[in-house]
């Protein structure tokens, strides 16, 4: 077997109103259509889907509370940091710098569902 491409991550919402919020208003990603019967909503990223999959009593707890990127998360690139910094502080959702040093931070969706955004210029 050789897989040549990943296709799609899901992730598991409480509340899709505010979890669709969070990834069109803040993050910016392009909602696309879904045909499926079950509560939803898909975003393209690229040649990459995020599939937003509702669970009422979705409760994400972090196994790690003082690094978030040591928790399961996914990450999304950014050509300017300052600007997803100023964009999430301005909307009042909390981040951690990461530790490495590197330009990238953590943040969290409405149901602590952890994102990196990190800075990769393509100059």
């Known amino acids: 077997m050789q897989i040549n491409q990943c296709l799609h991550g899901a992730v598991l919402v409480s509340d899709l109103e505010k979890a669709e919020q969070f990834y069109t208003q803040i993050l910016g990603l392009s909602k696309i259509e879904r045909s ?10 690229g040649n990459f889907q995020i599939h937003l999959i509702v669970h009422p ?7 790690n509370t003082q690094k978030w990127g040591r ?29 490495s ?8 969706d409405p149901d602590r569902n952890i994102i990196e955004i990190a800075e990769m210029r393509g100059d």
């Open 71 to 99: 928790n399961p998360h996914f990450a999304f690139a950014v050509d300017n940091l300052d600007e997803a910094k100023q964009r999430l502080e301005t909307n009042g959702y909390p981040f951690q710098m990461s530790a």
């Open 57 to 63: 009593d979705y409760q994400r707890e972090l196994t």
């Open 36 to 45: 499926l019967k079950y509560p939803g909503a898909w975003y393209q990223v």
């Open 101 to 108: 040093g590197r330009a990238a931070l953590f943040t969290q």
